[in-house]
C-alpha cells in the first residue's frame, strides 16, 4: 500500500515562471490538502481539495492554485514565482469524513526560486 | 486568535538521555492535538493523536501528555537516540473545521 507520493522532489525555477507539483494520495483516502512549508517554520495551510473542488482555502493568494482529479490526485499550481515562494511543499491526504482523524504526509516538494 | 506554540526552539541532548518538549495552544473549541515528527527536508509524520478526554497516550519511547483545561500538551522522549534527531511539531485541530494549526516546531538534536 502506497502512502502519499509527491513529484518532483526539487524544483529550481526562476522569478516570474510558473510551477506544477503533484500529489497522489494514500491509497483509499479521497482528500488532499497542501501546505507550505518555509526554512524553519512549520506548514503554512494552503488549501484543500475533496470531490474535485477546493473545499477550504488559507491566507495564499490568487498565484496559488490547484486541482483534484477524479482519481484523487491533486496538482497544486503557483503563477508568477516570487522569491519567497522558495519553500517545501507539502501534500497530506485524509478521508474527508474522518479529516481530523487521518492525515497523512508525503514527503514534500522542495521548490527553490532564484 | 488560534494559535500554537512551542518551546524550546531547539534542544541538545546526549544519546540515552531523556527530554520533554511543550506545546501551549489558544485554539478554541478545541477538537484534537497531534505531534509528528519532520526529518529536514521531509513529510511529518504522526507520533501521537489525542481528543479532549485523552490526558496521556504513549508510541514507543515517545510519550504526550494533554491538559485540556491549561491548554498545554507535552511530548517525552525516554532514552534518546541518534534517530530521534529532528524537528517535532505539535499540531492542533479546531472543531468545526478540518484546517490543522502547527506550531513552529521544536529542533532537536541527539549527539554521541
Known amino acids: 500500500d502506497a502512502g502519499v507520493t509527491q513529484s518532483p522532489t526539487h524544483l529550481i525555477k526562476t522569478r516570474g515562471q510558473q510551477v506544477t507539483l503533484r500529489c497522489s494520495p494514500k491509497s483509499g483516502h479521497d482528500t488532499v490538502s497542501w501546505y507550505q512549508q518555509a526554512l524553519g517554520q512549520g506548514p503554512q495551510f494552503i488549501f484543500q481539495?475533496?470531490?474535485?473542488?477546493?473545499?477550504q482555502r488559507g491566507n495564499f493568494p490568487d498565484r496559488f492554485s490547484g486541482h483534484q482529479f477524479p482519481n484523487y490526485s491533486s496538482e497544486l499550481n503557483v503563477n508568477a514565482l516570487l522569491l519567497g515562494d522558495s519553500a517545501l511543499y507539502l501534500c497530506a491526504s485524509s478521508l474527508f469524513f474522518l479529516a481530523r482523524e487521518t492525515q497523512y504526509f508525503g514527503p514534500g516538494t522542495r521548490l527553490l526560486v532564484l | 486568535k488560534n494559535q500554537v506554540e512551542q518551546s524550546p526552539q531547539s534542544l541538545i541532548i546526549l544519546e540515552g538521555k531523556n527530554c520533554t518538549l511543550q506545546?501551549?495552544?489558544?485554539?478554541?473549541?478545541?477538537?484534537?492535538l497531534r505531534w509528528y515528527k519532520q526529518d529536514t527536508g521531509r513529510g511529518p509524520v504522526s507520533l501521537t493523536i489525542?481528543?479532549?478526554?485523552?490526558n496521556t497516550k504513549s508510541n514507543g519511547r515517545y510519550t504526550a501528555t494533554l491538559d485540556a483545561d491549561t491548554k498545554q500538551s507535552s511530548l517525552h522522549i525516554t532514552a534518546s537516540q541518534l534517530s530521534d534527531s529532528a524537528s517535532y511539531i505539535c499540531?492542533?485541530?479546531?472543531?468545526?473545521?478540518?484546517?490543522?494549526?502547527f506550531g513552529t516546531g521544536t529542533r532537536l538534536q541527539v549527539f554521541p
Open positions: 506545546c501551549n495552544y489558544t485554539v478554541s473549541p478545541f477538537s484534537n
Open positions: 499540531v492542533v485541530s479546531a472543531s468545526g473545521t478540518d484546517k490543522l494549526i
Open positions: 489525542m481528543t479532549f478526554s485523552e
Open positions: 481539495y475533496y470531490e474535485e473542488e477546493e473545499r
